[in-house]
């Protein structure tokens, strides 16, 4: 059974930084690609960023690259998303997904999804 498990997120000011972790169980990055989305209730989901053997990792928006990065520890079964520079635009509740093999088109429609943690950006 696969599980992604999300902790961090909270409230941070314009320019933080702030770090979210997902905890996975149930697959291998061997075959799995692992990614991050986010969404503001009431707008579309936006993907992030995604990363398997394949193609890397991709980013889905400019305005995300170079603040964004994405870093794994295998052995603890982890996949982090760092975030520089925070922008109270950037507040959302944050997902963790994966899927098999190849990240999703438009970096959202993940076969298994976290739970979303909140990130809020504001003085």
């Known amino acids: 059974q696969v599980q992604l498990v999300q902790s961090g997120g909270g409230l941070v000011q314009p320019g933080g930084t702030l770090r979210l972790s997902c905890s996975y169980s149930?697959?291998?990055?061997?075959?799995?690609?692992i990614g991050w989305y986010r969404q503001v209730p009431g707008k579309e989901r936006e993907g992030i960023l995604c990363?398997?053997?394949?193609?890397?990792?991709?980013y889905y928006a400019d305005s995300m690259k170079g603040r964004f990065t994405l870093s794994t520890d295998g052995a603890k079964h982890t996949v982090s998303l760092e975030m520089n520079s925070l922008k109270v635009e950037d507040t959302a509740v944050y997902y963790c997904?994966?899927?098999?093999?190849?990240?999703?088109?438009?970096?959202?429609?993940?076969?298994?999804w976290g739970q979303g943690t909140q990130v809020t950006v504001s003085s």
């Open positions: 990363m398997n053997d394949v193609e890397g990792t991709k």
């Open positions: 997904g994966a899927s098999g093999y190849l990240c999703p088109e438009g970096g959202v429609q993940y076969d298994h």
């Open positions: 149930g697959i291998s990055l061997d075959y799995y690609a």
